[in-house]
């Protein structure tokens, strides 16, 4: 156990205890450990990445392009501009002599060959090296074609995922402002951090309208440039997702006085919680709210909660991990797993605050390991020494459960389940259920032991 | 779409990954390494997700994790804690370190960083087992993922490999194939009796067990001594038609301790398995075991059966150079039209080795790119009127699009199960990818069948 962790990372893992909560967090990844972390370019990308009706170039060589292409299941409803990957493809020329023509011809190629409503162009890490300037060609291109041309900072060695997450609020930031508002309701939002994987963010498009709300812009999932430039116009901005876009509701807040609520469409609770927020909000404007909120919030429990106590009987006792990139969604699952009787044993995050690991720590039970930036080796580890049921995280996380024979759920960019909203707990209980209760778990080693098969098929258990 | 004739600026779905990403999967195929990239996190991270979601295996790639200060000062530092870490860590019996784009362009100079750090630290690499450490320079400005993946098996053997005592061996560089590929050559070689080093051979370290215990770096994988030893091999057997014939592992083994080369096609269809079995037998001083000509001579009396099923119809090959080789060479040897066959990467070789693999079938004479996306091949592809198209998993938009079957094969296959357990050389490889087309031909055609035949 102990030879698995990195003194230099011993303080970012701690067990929680009668001892006061102490973690360090926010740091570099540790050189040569494996982080499962991503960079900078990666977090404009996630957060930029569904809006369908723009042109994503990513101004650098190949890989940064192919490894996010159609990356994200982020649904659109109408144009998929977003699912088709576009690069400048550097090659060593342009390495030596500069990329900024290269930039330029290629933006304007795409440009006429798709019509987009707006372009944006991701700098990569050796665009900051080779020092082409992206604002001069975006501005050159921008004035030629009548669309916005937007410079994403987004080189990769400038910080982590979290300094892409700004650097992309920075680039729509610079859309908002420039549209008409002025068909908007006074009972309006914007849905801020919600990627519409698996198309959840029309689940709770659906809530809002029966709540009646006017949603102006989604920010990003299912997103169009034209409602963001106007989302200056909405009377709140409603957060989810603590790291990807509260810098845009921060900065909207400042120059447009749009005021913010931090929400969770993840799990009953939270997502009760979110929907009679937003209806408090507006309680002077609409005193009505509240009730259809309470109307809406009892006819979706009434559906689901039946169903998810059949999933409870089964899954009482169980235990669970959570290693997630934000830890605002690990707030949510550890309630989630709660309330389908699972202890949750491990949680962590890539990217956490000090202010997101002692919430943890306060909803999270004795014992249970709260973890920063982990890496595969401290994860098996954890997954081994809490003999976890089923573990929770992204596609790196998931080989780690499967060869220990652990059962797993994506929550991440890849999952093609809604996980939001009701009835996106349900799926939730449901996915759970059919890893956890899988009857392959009692063939693999972890269970077995090391043994002969003769030895093996004595001490099968009955069916 | 309207045909272009200037080439395209910008590039629209590639049909190419990065370099360092081959370099990773080549240093994944030898024992007790561990991959490590020189640069920022986001690689190591990006490459690993694109990996694990083939094979479906831990694909752990260490980083330096290079941040703005190292980018202005220079990553040396950060490069020489890392190696200090995974040394403590993951008790490596090598270090594969393959630049980026980022190192490349910062001048970061790898191998005297290396020489370096073997000065700071003797006693610390000693004391782990004095590890090899490689370095390949993989600049992804310069090249795709399969020049990565043959720069670090060159790189590999220019710096293990010494001059050694003749040991028999016979020395393999297949390229990139899949786990079972490699497995199916190893046993080839075991029923030759031919005692082989085969560099790399991913048949474990991506293809293992379910396991109690996490193995920080998977079982399997080539045997460094066996590296370290390739200067004493009697013989040299290396895959693929379209590298350049210069600065391969083969032809450097070749040059430098004068091992006798056999340069073959990578193994795809009858007469390119034909080849591979001749060298064997040479090597051997054998005939070809029964087993195989047994599979041979099923294979040919399945061609019989199925060869009107596939007649005449017309495919989109493409993928790496290699794998489009071999791939269009069995096409049309059981009378299917290859009408393009395309690849992402640039070594002028292509147009020539599949003129060679074609030579004997007048029918087919396909047009051949090097250098294109997606959105070129479909550009080609479109007029060509393809029955199907046969590559890795990312040209299912084209599939769709124009409503043919996609035959998933290579790398990488992301929307099936098992693509990494697909067999694609030998004639067992062949009977495989013979019975899967027919099969999918005779289902396209089942399905639009208003009759519903139940015998076809």
New interface residues.
């Given amino acids: 156990m102990g ?2 962790i ?1 003194s230099e990372r011993q303080n970012q893992i701690v067990r929680k205890g009668k001892e006061p909560f102490q973690i360090a967090c926010n740091k ?15 977090g404009s990308r996630v957060v930029l990445y569904p809006i369908a009706d723009a042109l994503h ?1 990513v101004h ?10 159609d990356i994200r299941g982020a649904l659109s409803s109408g144009p998929a501009l977003h699912r ?9 020329k ?2 030596i002599f500069g990329g900024e023509e ?1 930039l330029e ?3 304007l ?2 440009i006429e060959r798709h019509d987009p409503k707006a372009a944006f162009v991701y700098s ?3 665009v ?3 020092g082409d300037d992206l604002d001069a060609v975006c501005n050159r291109v921008a004035a030629r074609k009548g669309i916005p041309v937007l410079p994403v900072q987004s080189e ?5 995922k979290r300094a892409g997450y700004n650097a992309a609020c920075k680039a729509m930031f610079r859309l908002i402002g420039t549209g008409d508002t002025s068909d908007i309701s006074p009972l309006s939002i914007n849905i801020l951090g919600d990627f519409n994987l698996a198309g959840e963010i029309w689940i709770i498009r659906e809530y809002f309208r029966k709540m009646g709300l006017q949603v102006v812009a989604n920010i990003t999932g299912d997103g169009r440039v034209a409602d963001i430039q106007r989302a200056h116009g909405a009377a709140l901005n409603v957060v989810q997702c603590s790291g990807s876009t509260m810098d845009l509701a921060l900065m909207m807040k400042e120059q447009y006085g749009t005021p913010f609520l931090r929400v969770s469409y993840f799990g009953i609770e939270d997502m009760a919680e979110s929907l009679y927020k937003i209806a408090d909000f507006f309680l002077e404007q609409d005193p009505g709210m509240l009730d259809r909120t309470a109307a809406l919030v009892k006819e979706e429990v009434d559906v689901i909660y039946p169903e998810l106590l059949k999933y409870r009987n089964d899954l009482t006792g169980k235990k669970a991990a959570i290693y997630v990139g934000g830890a605002f969604k690990a707030f949510s699952l550890v309630k989630a797993f709660r309330l389908l009787g699972m202890d949750v044993v491990l949680v962590g995050s890539q990217t956490g605050t000090e202010e997101d690991y002692q919430e943890l720590s306060e909803i999270t039970d004795d014992g249970t390991i709260i973890v920063d930036d982990s890496n ?2 401290e994860l ?2 954890f997954l ?1 020494e809490k003999d976890v049921d089923v573990f929770v995280g992204g ?2 996380e ?3 459960a ?4 652990v059962g797993f759920c994506d929550h991440n960019h890849e999952r093609k389940e809604a996980l939001e909203g009701f009835v996106g707990m349900l799926n939730f209980a449901r996915e759970i259920h059919s890893s956890v209760l899988s009857p392959v778990w009692r ?4 269970k077995t ?2 043994k002969t098969l003769q030895s093996m098929r004595k001490a099968e258990p009955a069916s | 779409m309207k045909h272009h004739t200037e080439p395209y600026v910008s590039t629209t779905n590639a049909c190419k990954l990065c370099k360092p990403l081959g370099a990773c999967l080549a240093f994944r195929g030898m024992e007790g390494a561990i991959p490590f990239l020189h640069g920022s996190q986001g690689c190591a991270t990006y490459m690993r997700r694109y990996i694990i979601s083939h094979f479906r295996e831990p694909m752990d790639i260490a980083s330096s994790s290079l941040g703005e200060k190292h980018a202005v000062y220079g990553g040396g530092p950060n490069l020489k804690l890392g190696i200090k870490n995974v040394l403590t860590k993951y008790h490596a019996g090598l270090i594969g370190i393959a630049s980026t784009c980022l190192t490349e362009t910062i001048g970061d100079d790898l191998p005297m960083i290396v020489r370096e750090f073997h000065g700071d630290f003797p006693d610390l690499l000693h004391e782990h087992g004095d590890p090899s450490i490689v370095t390949v320079s993989t600049p992804s400005y310069s090249g795709t993922h399969m020049e990565g993946f043959h720069d670090a098996v060159r790189a590999t053997v220019d710096q293990l490999a010494v001059a050694d005592f003749p040991n028999g061996r016979v020395g393999v560089f297949p390229g990139f194939l899949s786990p079972s590929d490699i497995r199916y050559l190893k046993e080839v070689l075991d029923d030759f009796g031919i005692p082989a080093t085969i560099l790399p051979d991913i048949s474990l370290t991506l293809d293992g067990p379910a396991l109690d215990e996490y193995e920080k770096i998977p079982r399997g994988g080539t045997p460094i001594s066996e590296i370290k030893s390739l200067g004493g091999a009697r013989s040299v057997i290396e895959f693929g038609r379209t590298p350049a014939r210069k600065g391969t592992a083969g032809t450097l083994l070749e040059s430098r301790f004068g091992i006798p080369l056999h340069s073959i096609g990578t193994p795809i269809g009858l007469r390119e398995s034909d080849r591979l079995f001749e060298v064997l037998e040479e090597l051997s001083c054998r005939e070809t075991p029964e087993r195989h000509m047994l599979a041979r001579g099923r294979l040919i009396d399945s061609f019989v059966d199925g060869h009107k099923y596939v007649f005449g119809k017309k495919a989109v090959v493409y993928g790496e150079g290699d794998l489009v080789v071999g791939l269009t060479s069995f096409l049309a040897e059981v009378g299917i039209k290859p009408v393009l066959c395309a690849t992402s990467t640039r070594t002028g070789n292509l147009e020539r080795a599949i003129g060679d693999v074609l030579e004997e079938f007048t029918l087919a004479s396909p047009l051949v790119k090097e250098g294109v996306d997606f959105y070129e091949i479909a550009e080609e592809a479109e007029s060509l009127e393809p029955d199907f198209i046969i590559g890795s998993s990312k040209g299912y938009h084209l599939a769709r699009r124009w409503n043919v079957p996609l035959i998933r094969v290579g790398f990488p296959i992301h929307d099936r199960f098992g693509g990494h357990r697909m067999l694609h050389i030998g004639y067992a490889g062949a009977q495989s990818l013979f019975d899967l087309i027919v099969n999918t031909l005779i289902e396209r055609k089942q399905e639009q069948s208003p009759v519903g035949y139940t015998y076809i």
């Fill in positions: 030879s698995t990195f570099d990844s540790l050189a040569g450990a494996v982080s499962q972390r991503a960079c900078v370019f990666c170039l650098g060589p190949i890989g940064c392009a192919a490894y996010t292409w088709l990957s576009f690069s400048t493809d550097l090659q060593e342009d390495v290269k011809r290629a933006l190629e795409l990569t890490c050796i900051g090296i080779i990769g060695f400038k910080g982590n595969p080796l098996s580890s081994q596609v790196k998931r080989p780690i499967y060869k220990l024979g063939f693999v080693p972890r032991g090391k």
